[in-house]
């Protein structure tokens, strides 16, 4: 066998692949299934996006630079600026991704330094787990803050001691949060960089669904902080756009540490291709078709909820993202619960044990499917649910 490193021996399977498994298992016997557990939009992304695209696509094909397209930076400056009434250089504060998983996967080996004492990242529990796998892939050690429901699924920073501080590289956050839907304040996101300044760690803030919310005022960003010494914000166009095949997202903030991730990239070779990131300028300068998708959602998401409110199932966190932060009604562990729904109902959530120990109790329900799909999902909770008492 091929001899490999300590990383990749240690990577386990994406847990989502047993649901894959289990859904074509369904699929292969003939069963409707509705699949809820993978956050994959499948809306149409808009055809003014497509066009763009289209458009874009030249003749000769040629490598895009390393900083990306400078229209494309100055439409993220001037969405930053619309949406947060915040300020970030095009220059020197902005850097396009190829998707939010590439930098949310690899900034720890770009960050950690074991050999001047910061081995350590943390992350916050239940949680989406990529800045987590990056971490151990670049030999990092992991602690995950637990996000309790007592706490409205916030992280108490200020139980963290100093010795874990001094070892931390990389502090990240996730409002709002999936999987629990929760938001956070600016305050909470002040008093985060604050403390992480303080002690020399970068506070990395993953706002892919900062676009998504259903109660209450819009989500607040770290780009909203005015100093962002030692800050970083990556946002995509995936759910706010429903774009996640164009692979397109954006991380701002900290000038230095942008300088770096370019000086790195032409190693890399990641930056999106120049027809998609021609595609994204239209996409970030446009927000009626992103008002059109949050109502779209919040259709959907009444349906499911008016279903689990007739029958007492509770519902967490959940005020933002288009996940469903569900309480497991009966005692039985998240994963037999999701698989009974697969089973008796067709229908596909994630458990939440998926999202690390914390999430156990709990399952997440991404809105993905069509309003029409969402409506025969309802009624067959409605038939399970009233055969086991929640």
């Known amino acids: ?17 047993e649901l894959d498994r289990r859904k074509a ?5 003939g069963r409707d299934v509705i699949d809820f557990g993978v956050g994959d939009p499948r809306e149409v992304t808009p055809s003014f996006i497509r066009d763009a695209l289209r458009d874009a696509i030249e003749p000769v094909s040629s490598y895009p630079r390393a900083a990306g397209l400078r229209d494309l930076r100055e439409a993220v400056s001037g969405w930053v600026g619309r949406r947060f009434h915040a300020t970030v250089d095009p220059e020197t504060q902005v850097l396009p991704l190829l998707g939010s998983k590439e930098l949310l996967f690899s900034l720890a080996q770009a960050t950690l330094d074991p050999s001047a004492g910061r081995d350590l990242v943390l992350v ?5 787990t990529i800045p987590e796998r990056g971490a151990r892939f670049a030999g990092g050690e992991v602690r995950r803050l637990p996000l309790l429901e007592e706490h409205s699924f916030l992280p108490q920073l200020d139980a963290i001691d100093e010795e874990t501080w001094n070892r931390t590289a990389i502090l990240w956050l996730n409002y709002p949060n999936n999987p629990t839907g929760a938001v956070t304040s600016l305050e909470l ?4 960089a604050d403390l992480c300044r303080s002690h020399d760690v970068l506070l990395a803030s993953d706002e892919a669904y900062s676009e998504l919310w259903f109660e209450g005022e819009p989500p607040a960003s770290v780009l909203q902080l005015g100093d962002l010494t030692s800050v970083l914000a990556i946002n995509t166009l995936s759910k706010r756009s429903s774009m996640t095949g164009y692979r397109s997202a954006f991380g701002a903030g900290d000038a230095s540490l942008i300088a770096a991730l370019k000086s790195l990239r032409p190693s ?11 595609a994204s300028i239209v996409a970030w300068n446009d927000e009626a078709h992103v008002e059109e998708n949050r109502e779209r959602y919040a259709r959907k998401r009444q349906v499911v909820l008016d279903a689990f409110e007739r029958h007492g199932v509770r519902l967490a966190g959940s005020v933002a993202t288009f996940y469903l932060w569900v309480a497991v009604p009966d005692g039985r562990s998240s994963f037999e619960w999701a698989l009974d729904l697969l089973d008796r109902a067709a229908v596909i959530v994630a458990p939440g044990s998926f999202f690390g120990a914390e999430g156990e109790g709990y399952v997440r329900m991404a809105m993905v499917p069509t309003l029409a799909e969402c409506e025969r999902a309802a009624e067959r909770l409605d038939a399970v649910l009233n055969e086991v008492p929640a």
């Open 1 to 17: 066998m091929t001899h490999l490193s300590p990383g990749m021996r240690q990577v386990e399977p994406y847990p989502f692949e």
């Open 25 to 29: 298992e369904a699929l292969a016997s």
């Open 124 to 128: 916050t529990s239940p949680g989406y």
């Open 189 to 192: 996101l002040q008093h985060a």
């Open 268 to 278: 890399v070779g990641v930056t999106p291709q120049e027809f998609v990131q021609r």
